[in-house]
Nanobody, 124 residues
Framework: QVQLVESGGGLVQAGDSLRLSCAAS????????MGWFRQAPGKERDFVAS????????VYSDSVKGRFTISRDNTVNTVYLQMNSLKPEDTAVYYC?????????????????WGQGTQVAVSS
């Protein structure tokens, strides 16, 4: 069982930066690929970024490529999402998720473990 707790969300202006953190419990973190997803009001949950268990393979959605960076520190069981050049369309609840696999994935249904989400709001 993996429990995930996100933090770092908030209200910022367009062009600002935020760093989200996701702390994981359990002894399997170093064998779990991790992902970030987001859900805007009235929309489906969308893939943002994913990182393999050791950090050697990373995938981004086209909408955040070049602006967001996913990373992880397996010594403290934490995955991060550095978000730069934020836009109003980045406004959403951001969720951290864990896979029972070492490989990254863009598909939300391949992640059995989810955090409660953290709100990011970007004003224009």
């Amino acid at each position: 069982q993996v429990q995930l707790v996100e933090s770092g969300g908030g209200l910022v202006q367009a062009g600002d930066s935020l760093r989200l953190s996701c702390a994981a419990s359990g002894r399997t973190f170093s064998t779990n690929a991790m992902g970030w997803f987001r859900q805007a009001p009235g929309k489906e949950r969308d893939f943002v970024a994913s990182i393999s268990s050791k950090g050697g393979s990373i995938v981004y959605s086209d909408s955040v490529k070049g602006r967001f960076t996913i990373s992880r520190d397996n010594t403290v069981n934490t995955v991060y999402l550095q978000m730069n050049s934020l836009k109003p369309e980045d406004t959403a609840v951001y969720y951290c998720a864990a896979r029972s696999s070492v490989l990254p994935s863009t598909h939300s249904n391949e992640y059995p473990y989810w955090g409660q989400g953290t709100q990011v709001a970007v004003s224009s």
